[in-house]
């Protein structure tokens, strides 16, 4: 740990109450040597590069190495905890951290395979955004509750050429004219995957007689009638789709990619900065710009979840504090690394810590806060199982 780095642990530790320093610093104790098996998305190499470098500081400072077991699903790592526990595997678990969200979280928190509480007793948590940032202590309508720190915010944003589309459609009902008036130059990931599944919570919000509906679980009773008008306008567009919707990008890189190789002319993705960090990396034109819908699109955060019979709690408790850290959220917020939104009160850091995101420069395609417009609540997690297996049956192709 360099002397920066001991300074500012020494200033955290002193405001935490001595019980809590006591048991932080027992943490980091048994954390030393530990290796943290983070499962987490493993589809975009930059995330994948910075998981990398997050590993090298926990390492320096910590003596906590990270092993990145990367998934092409989430769902995945929670059914291995699940396989665990079933049999009978209540400590050692292969699984220490997870990066979770939505009904994994849901699943996991209500069948009891998460350890916890314990984001809010991490020494960083003071730094976190909540009355801001609401979607850190709520995750798809469920309180957190302390089962998982969260560690980046996202918003729905669309990406598009500019020198393509001059004007973008910037409500749902034009996307759907423009759609059907331009056809093969727009698709989205095939549901499960969770920007295809994203997708269709917009289109449900921009549809649906009554959104609100959705902060609810599902009622059987009354989910075709609904829904119904999602359908409608799916039905209209899909044969006007990319491959007239008998192919579908199998996740976010490759949709951007299509955007890329111009053979879409509208993407999207859920992390307001990504244009901006494929154009710095060379990766998209220098006239790709980003919009968002008049009346907002889906926000949330992401999180990291422990769980409950992993076999490194320890370490991986450090691993979700420092990803607190403002130097690591600056990091992540880099157009040139991620682009990702932080979670910090930005007011409550010390000046050299604000300063490090004032000097960012966030990139041509990034909106400011203002012009991304407001964050929609996800819906509970009821609605997007239920959605996704339907749209499988409506829509679905072999891949």
């Known amino acids: 740990m360099n002397r920066r780095h001991f300074l500012l642990a020494s200033a955290l530790m002193l405001a935490l109450p001595a019980q809590a320093q006591t048991a932080w610093d027992s943490t980091l104790e048994a954390a030393k040597g530990q ?78 395979l998460l350890f916890g509480p314990f984001a809010e007793q991490l020494p960083n948590w003071p730094l976190m955004d909540v009355a801001g940032k609401p979607a850190v202590v709520t995750d798809f309508t469920l309180p957190t509750e302390g089962f998982e720190s969260p560690w ?26 423009w759609i059907i008036a331009n056809p093969g130059r727009f698709s989205y990931p095939q549901p499960p995957d969770y920007l295809g599944t994203t997708f269709l919570k917009q289109v ?10 959705m902060q609810q679980p599902l009622d059987e009773a009354t989910y075709d009638a609904t829904v119904a008008p999602m359908w409608a306008w799916l039905d209209e567009v899909t044969p006007a789709l990319w491959r007239a919707g008998k192919a579908y990008p199998q996740n976010e890189p490759a949709l951007g990619q299509l955007l890329a ?10 992390n307001p900065g990504r244009a901006s960090a494929e154009i710095a990396a060379g990766n998209l034109a220098d006239t790709v710009r980003t919009f968002t819908l008049e009346g907002g699109t889906i926000g949330n955060a992401s999180f990291v979840a422990i769980p409950f019979n992993a076999a490194h709690q320890a370490g991986a408790q450090v691993v979700a ?25 930005l007011s ?43 749209w499988i049956a409506r829509y679905g192709v072999a891949q």
């Open 204 to 213: 449900a919000y921009g549809t649906l007689a009554d959104p609100s509906v």
């Open 261 to 270: 190789d111009a053979e879409v002319d509208v993407g999207f993705a859920l």
């Open 152 to 177: 980046a915010m996202a918003q729905f944003v669309f990406e598009y050429d500019s020198t393509r589309l001059p004007e973008p459609p910037r409500s749902l009902a034009a996307l759907k004219d």
């Open 348 to 390: 409550s850091l010390a000046d050299t810590d604000r300063a490090r995101f004032d000097a960012l420069e966030l990139g041509v395609a990034t909106l400011s806060p203002a012009d991304l417009g407001p964050a929609l609540l996800e819906p509970h997690g009821s609605w997007m199982v239920r959605i996704g297996q339907d």
């Open 35 to 112: 290796t943290v098996y983070w499962h987490a998305w493993g589809g975009d190499p930059k995330i994948n590069d910075f998981i990398a470098w997050v590993g090298e500081q926990a390492q320096a400072r910590h003596g906590v190495s990270i092993e990145h077991v990367k998934l092409a699903s989430t769902a995945d790592a929670v059914a291995r905890v699940l396989g665990e526990r079933d049999a009978g595997i209540t400590t050692g678990g292969a699984v220490d951290l997870i990066w979770i969200n939505g009904e994994n979280f849901a699943a996991m928190k209500d069948q009891g």
């Open 321 to 345: 504090n420092l990803l607190l850290d403002p130097e690591i959220q600056a990091r992540a917020q880099d157009p040139n690394i991620l682009g990702f939104q932080t979670v910090l009160d």
